[in-house]
């Protein structure tokens, strides 16, 4: 027998993927109306201002420096992470209880608070470039997340599999890397997306941290705002969902949703 479902869960359900995906639509025909500003239902149908994107020079440089940041942060937060990662995992009995919770603060201390710290220590105090500050800055904001990911993905390992492997004359860091690392696999590309959207998405680190001829994409969108109200802002906006599901799509493809995930 077949089991009726309460026509108010099905409102409530309804409802609830309006929330998710309205923004989305609205953002999305703002960008293709044919008007010199934002609205929404769109006036007309038009590509030019995902043209105009690349027609500013401003937005052609961040959208570079964005990637170029994102890409070697995330790189930098999973060569520290992993190790970490293991560490805390592998030698948790050794190792003491506040060391966890060491890594996780960045998530805990407010982004405005590290932005204006890094500023203070790293841009006035050591004298550190712009882009090398925007680096740092970016692989402490993602860290914690790199070490959470991949720590969750290494208490379901079984580390009996490693002692054996070494009992049988391997070598550690051969071990590491041939029985480890693939067994975690699914955890470290999952930690990488997380990251990598993490810090193309920052605002609040990168407020602090940017200067003269340096600045990310979320900043520059923030400073187009303050200056013209155009559907510009929408164009790139659905630029970046498009990344994102490109990415989960990519992900899909090779591993599965459902493997990253475990």
């Known amino acids: 027998m ?7 869960l099905i409102l409530m359900t309804i409802v609830v993927y309006i929330f998710l995906i309205g923004p989305l639509i609205i953002i999305f025909g703002a960008s293709v109306s044919d008007t010199t500003f934002l609205a929404f239902p769109p006036q007309g149908l038009t590509l030019h201002w995902f043209e105009n994107i690349w027609e500013i020079s401003a937005f052609r440089r961040t959208i570079v420096t964005s990637f170029q940041v994102a890409l070697l942060g995330t790189a930098m937060a999973l060569l520290i992470g992993i190790p ?3 560490a805390l995992n592998r030698h948790r009995i050794q190792l003491p209880g506040w060391l966890s919770t060491l890594f996780v603060l960045p998530i805990l201390i407010p982004e405005i608070v590290i932005g204006f710290s ?3 220590s790293i841009n006035v105090g050591l004298g550190v470039p712009v882009f090398f500050a ?3 800055g970016h692989t402490l904001l993602v860290l914690p997340y790199v070490i959470r990911v ?11 599999i490693e002692e054996a492997a070494i009992s049988l004359g391997s070598r550690p860091v051969k071990t590491f890397f041939t029985i ?12 990488f997306i997380l990251a990598f959207i993490t810090s193309i998405n920052d605002v609040s680190v990168s407020l602090f941290l940017t200067g003269p001829g340096i600045s990310t994409l979320p900043i520059q969108i923030l400073a187009h705002v303050e200056q013209f109200f155009d559907p510009t802002i929408a164009s790139v906006s659905v ?4 990344l994102t599901i490109i990415v989960m799509i990519i992900v899909e493809r090779t591993l599965g949703l459902t493997a990253v995930t475990k």
């Open 180 to 191: 480890v690392l693939p067994n975690v696999r699914s955890g470290i590309l999952a930690a």
């Open 84 to 86: 970490a990662a293991y």
């Open 134 to 136: 925007l680096l740092i």
């Open 239 to 242: 630029l970046l969902m498009m």
């Open 2 to 8: 077949a089991t009726r479902i309460h026509p108010l």
């Open 150 to 160: 991949i720590s969750a993905s290494l208490a379901s390992f079984d580390f009996s």
């Open 118 to 120: 890094l500023l203070r």
